[in-house]
């Protein structure tokens, strides 16, 4: 009789069953080894094949966010001539000279001059180190107090948060422009501390209530139970495993108010109870140009241009930066 062929050379099932139960590790073993090498590892980890972390995920999807590309790039351009405001503009923003009041566009002042003779290019550029100042400042501060008090609330509950929610909902209660022209009528200082001041007082409630409910969210988890039930400390268990998922809310929230300060600065500005000269200011500009708008208004165009631009720049940011911290929107 013709000796018959093995399975392999038509179905290959010869080779497993030849094989027996070495061959079959053998194959586990390679496909194992190939799924290792495959770059990036499969949907939801990192390259080493470990998962990613929310953190991870948000800063990816962020890089491929063109909002946020192009509103970081404005920011830091902005951040940039704040601090260093001679790089693009080379004059005095308080040298004026009333001879050339409301002139027009001239060469080497491309934004003409306002009602005192002002050069408009040089005051609009160092108004830009006022409004991100006051802006940040406020926005650090407000973080800061609010999620402590917010986080202390929701994690602890009890009398401490029934008594921070009433204080909260009496300073919701007070419209911020009315309190800001009670509150700021009465400093005489042109520095921005009493404006920040304001801004933290009346700003923090928002912060608080966010990160109290995240913070009522987080410790209902059963990592935070395990670790209660492993004898942690509150203090260990605030810092280590709540904080850091709870966090997310509050820098969205804080990110998008950033660019709500700066304008409610240049608000109270305008009002003249906020900065007042010689502080250079959008809002200052602003409400000096406002009487001038029919014969001169370019004094109104470029200082408005740029407050808008500013405060656009960073609610766009801090949209980039919820969708990229949201998990629903994956």
Known sequence: MPEQKPWDETTGSGAISGAGAGGA??????????????????????????????????????????????????????????????????QDPLDCDLAK?????????????????????????????TSVAVGVLSTVGVSLLGGVLGGLAGFF????????????????????????LVFLSVVTSSTVWPVIGFIVLLGWPQIARIAR??????????????????????????LRHITPNAIAPVIVVATIALGTYISLEATLSFLGVGL???????????????Q?????????????????????????????????LDPKLR
Request: net charge negative.
């Open 25 to 90: 590790m053998d194959l586990a073993m390679d496909e194992g080894t190939t799924l290792e090498k495959t770059p990036g590892g499969p949907e939801g980890t990192g390259p080493t094949g470990k998962p990613r972390s929310l953190w991870s995920d948000a800063w990816r999807d962020l890089r491929r966010n063109p909002v946020f590309i192009i509103s970081g790039l404005v920011i830091l351009f902005l951040v940039i001539i704040s601090i260093w405001p001679s790089l693009i503009a080379d």
């Open 213 to 238: 409910g995240s913070v009522i969210t987080a410790k209902q988890n059963d990592y935070v139970q395990a670790a209660r039930a492993l004898g942690a400390s509150n203090s260990r268990m605030m």
């Open 276 to 290: 007042k000269p010689p502080a250079v200011s959008w809002g200052i500009d602003i409400s000096a140009a406002s």
């Open 101 to 129: 009041a409301q002139e027009g566009s001239q060469p080497g002042h491309p934004f003409g001059f306002d009602g005192q003779g002002c050069d408009v290019y040089t005051r609009t550029v160092y108004g830009a180190r």
């Open 292 to 324: 001038y708008i029919r014969n001169a208004p370019h004094m109104l165009l470029w200082p408005a241009g740029a407050l808008a631009i500013t405060v656009l720049a960073f609610i766009m940011l801090g949209d980039a930066v919820r969708d990229a």
């Open 157 to 180: 509950g009890g009398a401490w948060d029934a008594v921070l929610s009433r204080i909260t909902d009496v300073f919701f209660g007070i419209p911020v422009v009315l309190g800001g």
